[in-house]
C-alpha cells in the first residue's frame, strides 16, 4: 500500500535490520529496541489491523511466531523471557497501521518494558460476566 512504512520496508524502499522473510511473512528489528532484540513480524499483505486479517492470512502470519520467538531466544541464551504484544488501533498505542506483531526478550525486572493488566476480580456478579461472555460468543463465526 502506497504511503505505507512497512510496504516500503517489505519492498526494500527503505531500509531494515531483516532478521526472517519468506512468501507470507517479513521480520526485522524495531528500529525503537525497547529491549535488545525486539523485533517486528509483519505480513507481507498490507492489513491495517487484527480486525482485517482473514484465516488464511493470520495462520500463515501468527504460525510464524515461534520459530522467531525462537530464534530470538537461541541468539539471546540470557533472556528469562518474552512478550508478544499486538496494538490494534491508536487507543490501544498502536502508531503504523500496517499490522505488526512485536516480540520483545525480557532480560531482568528493570529492563525497559512493562505491561499493566488492571485486576478487578470480584467486581462483575457471576451473572454479569455470563451475560459479558455470551454476548461475545455469539458474535464468533
Ligand atoms: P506500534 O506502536 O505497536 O504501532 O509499533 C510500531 C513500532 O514500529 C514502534 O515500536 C516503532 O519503533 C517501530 N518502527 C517505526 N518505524 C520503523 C522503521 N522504519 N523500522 C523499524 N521499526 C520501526
Ligand atoms: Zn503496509
Partial sequence: MENCIFCKI???EIPS???YE???VYAFLDIG???PGHTLLIPKTHVTDIFSYD????EKTFARLPKIARAIEAAFPEIEGLNIVNNNKELA???VFHSHVHLIPRYTKEDDF??????HIGQQTTEELTEMAEKIAKQVK
Fill in 55 to 58: 484465516h488464511a492470512l493470520a
Fill in 22 to 24: 519468506d512468501e507470507d
Fill in 10 to 12: 517489505i519492498n526494500q
Fill in 17 to 19: 535490520y531483516k532478521i
Fill in 33 to 35: 529496541q525497547a529491549t
Fill in 114 to 119: 512493562s505491561m499493566h493488566f488492571g485486576n
Fill in 93 to 95: 498505542y498502536q502508531t
